[in-house]
């Protein structure tokens, strides 16, 4: 049988199609983030300054062929997860300046993690990521707790970084869906979520537990096949992620707490009232999309994941286990998540009544041309 060239020149408008939008969605994320956090890469904690000793060390490492790292020194910090201060370091060594390396590797994160859920969204209805942006910007200006601004007054840059591959992640997984071998995407999934626990522990276990979810969803309305992957896929997460010695590191040292900036979200009953109100439009979101298994069912279950975890954290540190700042550290994401949860919603229910408003014209015009 004889392929039909025009097939061949659909499938690569298709692609040029598709790259198209995403060059215009990056061009409009970017200058969302610069819009929204321009000036505001600054901090009064002393985080700051302890992942730029980290930084440094490495430059120095890669500077003198090898040098160990300063154990000593950098006490507990020798042992965090290396990963986003390698990156740094090795755009410091480019630029000549570790601070300038952290500043533009957390410069990129936010805007990729932007890009992610931009191009997420976008699958979903057109004016989801609109809808969301606005409300971004709106209350980013407000000086809310908005990915981004982890690294504003706070420096929490190694979550930044995290979770920026956490939602990249989730992206590839979106678009492989339908296309990958079921075991092939969970493995892929499975070993990016321990490259996340080599950046930040968070970030690996809102990506780990948000494809869970994802997974769970698909179960209840598919085939027993994929509880099978979702038990597998649980038991190796919590075994890997067990094991991981950047994981128990970074366990202990936020059980020390610390100091965490957030407005709007600080008190537990602003908390309690914004994962309530997450969970509630998440499964709404979910169950508006689940029968097509894609954007809007991936953006209902991060969101739901999100606040299960924020959740779990708070049991944890009501039975003296964990800390406030843990929390804390949740909200950021949590509430930009939620934001385009909330935006899908918006987008839909508009989309529908815009429909309904067709659909009521559609006989007025069909008498009109009898008659």
């Not at 969605?25 to 730029?52: C, K, N, P, R, T």
């Not at 601004?149 to 992206?171: D, E, K, P, T």
């Not at 321990?194 to 809102?206: E, K, R, Y």
């Not at 179960?219 to 067990?242: D, M």
Request: with cysteine.
């Amino acid at each position: 049988m004889m392929a039909n060239p025009q097939d061949g020149f659909t499938e690569c408008k298709t692609s040029t199609s598709a790259l198209r939008d995403f060059a215009i969605a990056a061009l409009i994320v970017a200058g969302v983030s610069v819009f929204m956090l321009f000036g505001e890469f600054h901090a009064y904690s002393s985080d700051a300054g302890q992942h730029y000793d980290l930084v440094r060390a490495h430059m120095d490492y890669l500077e003198e062929g090898g040098r160990p790292l300063p154990t000593r020194d950098l006490g507990a910090l020798a042992f965090y997860p290396p990963l986003s201060h390698w990156m740094a370091a090795g755009v410091g060594e480019l630029l000549g300046s570790g601070l300038i390396g952290m500043t533009v590797v957390a410069s990129a994160s936010v805007g990729l993690f932007y890009l992610a859920m931009f191009v997420m969204s976008f699958r979903i209805d057109w004016r989801a990521p609109v809808f969301a942006s606005l409300i971004t910007i709106c209350f980013a200006l407000l000086r809310g707790p908005v990915f981004g601004r982890m690294v504003v007054n706070n420096y929490f840059y190694a979550q930044a970084v995290g979770s920026a591959i956490a939602a990249l992640v989730l992206l590839i997984a979106l678009y492989k869906w339908r296309s990958w071998n079921g075991i092939a995407l969970d493995f892929l999934v499975l070993v990016s979520g321990q490259v996340a626990v080599c950046t930040h522990l968070m970030p690996a276990a809102q990506l780990l537990a948000a494809y869970c979810t994802i997974l769970l969803v698909a179960w209840t309305r598919s085939s027993w096949r994929h509880l099978g992957r979702l038990v597998v896929f649980t038991g190796l997460s919590l075994a890997l992620t067990a094991l991981n010695p950047f994981a128990q590191n970074n366990y202990l040292i936020a059980q020390s707490g610390g100091g965490a900036h957030i407005n709007f979200f600080g008190e537990r009953i602003t908390q309690i009232f914004l994962l309530v109100g997450g969970v509630a439009a998440s499964i709404e979101l979910i169950r508006r999309t689940v029968r097509d298994e894609d954007a809007g069912m991936f953006l209902g279950c991060m969101g739901l994941s999100a606040c299960g975890l924020a959740f779990l954290q708070m049991l944890l540190f009501w039975n003296g286990i964990g800390s406030n700042y843990a929390i804390a550290k949740h909200m950021f994401v949590l509430v930009a998540i939620l934001i385009f949860v909330l935006a899908a919603n918006l987008a839909l229910r508009r989309a529908r009544q815009a429909e309904h408003q067709n659909f009521g014209n559609q006989p007025q015009s069909l008498s009109c041309v009898r008659y």
